[in-house]
Structures are given as C-alpha cells and as structure tokens.
C-alpha cells in the first residue's frame, strides 16, 4: 500500500521561502498515470489543490499559485517537493501530499485521491 509522509519547517517567517518534502513508500512515483499532488488547508477553510506532478514529471499548477510555487521530484529518492515562495501569513495551513489517477486539479474533496499523507502544518508568522 502506497503511503506518504510529509516534512518541513512548521515555522516560517513571512517573505520567506517553504520547502516541503513527500516520501513515498510502498510505490513509485513513476508509476504510469499517477500523479502527486499537493493540497492544503487553511485553519477554517476547505482544501485548496496547489499542484501536482505526473509519472511522467510533467507539472501542473492552480493559476492562483503558479509562479510562486514549484514541485519536483527526486525518482532515486521517491521524493516529491513543493517549493513556495513570498509567503504571507495567509499561506498558512495544513499541507498535503496526496496522490491517484487520473490526474486531479481544481477544488477538491478527500474523495478525490486516493493516497493521503498526514499532513504537516505550516505556520507563516514573524
């Protein structure tokens, strides 16, 4: 059975840089038609899709995000990264790895994928 763990600071400071990290285990990552996704939860608020990375590597955005959020993958770890960047406080939130196919963006329910992480939170605060 697939399962991901997520990791990162817990802590950032506002204009600062986040990097999270995505192990995976029980599968790969380049399994033909997954994709891996990121997906977050402010306190209060629904899940917000953010992005995600194919079998292939191919990446995909929300418009909302894109352009200061990366994802990436390390294949010989079986490792996903998110990198954002300029955080605000509002950044802050639980953030999720989580996986299936097709390939999922837009609003979305727990339904929607069937691997989840646990989840890591983030708070963006000086």
């Known amino acids: 059975q697939v399962q991901l763990a997520e990791s990162g600071p817990g802590l950032v400071k506002p204009s600062q840089t986040l990097s999270l990290t995505c192990t995976v285990s029980?599968?790969?990552?380049?399994?033909?038609?997954?994709?891996w996704g990121w997906i977050r939860q402010p306190p209060g608020k629904g899940l917000e899709w953010m992005g995600a990375?194919?079998?292939?590597?191919?990446?995909y955005y929300s418009p909302s995000l894109k352009g200061h959020t990366s994802i990436s993958r390390d294949n010989a770890k079986n490792t996903v990264y998110l990198q954002m960047n300029s955080l605000k406080p509002e950044d802050t939130a639980v953030y999720y790895c989580?996986?299936?196919?097709?390939?999922?963006?837009?609003?979305?329910?727990?339904?929607?994928?069937?691997?989840w992480g646990r989840g890591t939170q983030v708070t963006v605060s000086s």
């Open positions: 989580a996986a299936g196919s097709p390939l999922w963006s837009g609003p979305c329910t727990r339904a929607d994928f069937r691997n």
């Open positions: 029980g599968g790969s990552i380049t399994t033909a038609y997954y994709y």
């Open positions: 990375i194919g079998y292939d590597g191919s990446t």
